[in-house]
């Protein structure tokens, strides 16, 4: 089944220790996303990207990175990770093409700061 | 600026009941895609129905459905014959074509057996 897949589902790090979350997907989607959700929430927009163009949130922390290699793998790189970066991370992607607006989303990895 | 605003921070149904999930939202576009996602708890968060502003017609999908007021910016998902696997955080969201989505605060659905 085409899907959208995040690695690991669980990521524990050390304050100030970088981190990398990854995504990848099957269904050949031009657009992918990064979200933070915290506990009880709304996801919020981190970045995403149109193929390869890259849109970064005004409000994103500088401290948020992302990488996109190739149409199935995007990654999302924390340099020194915070107490307050715990989160859920969410990946998303969209087709990209009219009329299929909607986002498919991965089952999320849930980092814990130590 | 587009917002969604989801006025129920928590609802609770009676298992084979049916619940009402409120959403409003606030644009000058005249083209947009509405959304509701729903969260299961530590799971996935999938789409439950689309509805495209253009449409006047409600989407249905199953047991959910939709009322959407395209004047008053409101749109409401009917879920009938709640199911225990129902329960979850019930998300609507808002797109403009080429833009970000838009997320609600979301509502928290409590199915009781």
């Known amino acids: 089944d085409a899907m959208v897949i995040q690695n690991p589902r669980y990521q524990v790090t050390q304050f100030g220790k970088p981190v990398t979350l990854s995504c990848s997907q099957t269904?050949?989607?031009?657009?992918m996303y990064w979200y933070q959700q915290k506990s009880s929430q709304a996801p919020k927009l981190l970045f995403h990207?149109?193929?390869?163009?890259?849109?970064n949130e005004a409000d994103t922390p500088d401290n948020f990175q992302s990488r996109r290699p190739n149409t199935s793998f995007c990654f999302l790189d924390i340099r020194s990770p915070g107490l307050g970066d715990a989160a859920m991370y969410l990946c998303?992607?969209?087709?990209?093409?009219?009329?299929?607006?909607?986002?498919?989303f991965g089952p999320g990895t849930r980092l814990t700061v130590t | 600026a587009q917002t969604v605003t989801q006025s129920q921070p928590e609802m609770s149904v009676q298992e084979a009941e049916t619940v009402t999930l409120s959403c409003t939202y606030d644009?000058?576009?005249?083209?947009?895609?509405l959304f509701w996602y729903k969260q299961p708890p530590s799971r996935q968060m999938i789409l439950v129905i689309r509805?495209?502003?253009?449409?006047?017609q409600n989407a249905t999908e199953n047991r959910f459905s939709v009322n959407f007021q395209k004047a008053a910016k409101s749109f409401s998902l009917k879920i009938s014959d709640s199911q225990l696997g129902d329960t979850a955080m019930y998300f609507c969201?808002?797109?403009?074509?080429?833009?970000?989505?838009?997320f609600g605060t979301g509502t928290s659905l409590t199915v009781i057996p």
């Open positions: 269904l050949n989607h031009n657009v």
């Open positions: 998303a992607t969209r087709s990209g093409l009219a009329g299929r607006e909607e986002q498919y």
């Open positions: 969201a808002f797109m403009v074509p080429g833009n970000q989505f838009y």
């Open positions: 644009t000058s576009e005249s083209n947009y895609y």
């Open positions: 509805q495209e502003a253009y449409k006047q």
């Open positions: 990207y149109y193929d390869k163009d890259f849109n």
